[in-house]
């Protein structure tokens, strides 16, 4: 059972170019959602999805873009990457929203680690 | 204001010690809260979720709100060094309660 699968797991790239970063889910899950983590900043939300069609913005959605076209997918672009945004970007995903009627558990990927130069 | 506020760490103990981690909160409209555990160069893991304020326990972890403070504290009795790793606490926020805000995480290492 894969879970939430991210790829590329490491990128580096030049100030100024653009990537996406790739979330995957097999769990069927409604709500998925980007966060970066930096060193004492914590986890922090760029933007999520509620379902298939949807996104919404989070807490750092700038320099970011997302589209969830499918519903196991959810994608991250950076159009135009700049150092700032070196982190590690989390995908996570669960069934419902947290304290509805499950925990609303968040089922994290590895992480994605990204450098911009 | 952060929604959620812990103590950054790092906290460094001895193997078997009790352990006592804490957030506090700013939002009083949703009493429902999350320990999530993460292992360096892991995602993080649901470790505990506890609604309103009381205790909850789980083998070696307790999780405990009091609602008069806004505090949130996990504690690990007789810790062990495959504790070692960031506590981060949680909260459902935003409208609908549809995103979840961490704390910065607090690292923690048992000394064998």
């Known amino acids: 059972n894969a879970g939430v699968t991210q790829t590329p797991k490491f990128r580096v790239l030049k100030t100024g170019q653009s990537m996406t970063l790739l979330c995957a889910q097999d769990?069927?899950?409604?709500?998925m959602y980007w966060y970066r983590q930096d060193p004492g900043m914590g986890l922090r939300l760029i933007h999520y999805s509620v379902g298939e069609g949807t996104t919404a913005k989070g807490e750092v959605p700038d320099g970011y873009n997302v589209s969830r076209l499918k519903k196991q997918n959810f994608l991250l672009g950076l159009e135009s990457a700049a150092p700032s945004q070196t982190s590690v970007y989390f995908c996570?995903?669960?069934?419902?929203?947290?304290?509805?009627?499950?925990?609303?558990?968040?089922?994290f990927g590895e992480g994605s680690r990204l450098t911009v130069l | 204001q952060k929604e959620v506020e812990q103590d950054p760490g790092p906290l460094s103990v001895p193997e078997g010690a009790i352990v006592s981690l804490n957030c506090t909160y700013s939002n009083s409209a949703f009493q429902y809260f999350m320990w999530y555990r993460q292992y360096s160069r892991k995602g993080p893991e649901l470790l505990m979720y506890?609604?309103?304020?009381g205790n909850k326990e789980d083998g070696r972890f307790t999780a405990q709100v009091d609602k008069s403070s806004k505090y949130i504290s996990l504690f690990i009795r007789d810790s062990q060094p495959s504790d070692s790793a960031t506590y981060l606490c949680a909260q459902p926020t935003g409208g609908g309660y549809q995103k979840v805000t961490f704390g910065t995480g607090t690292k923690l290492q048992v000394i064998p």
């Open positions: 996570a995903s669960s069934y419902t929203r947290a304290g509805g009627q499950d925990t609303g558990e968040l089922f």
């Open positions: 769990m069927n899950h409604e709500y």
């Open positions: 506890t609604y309103s304020s």
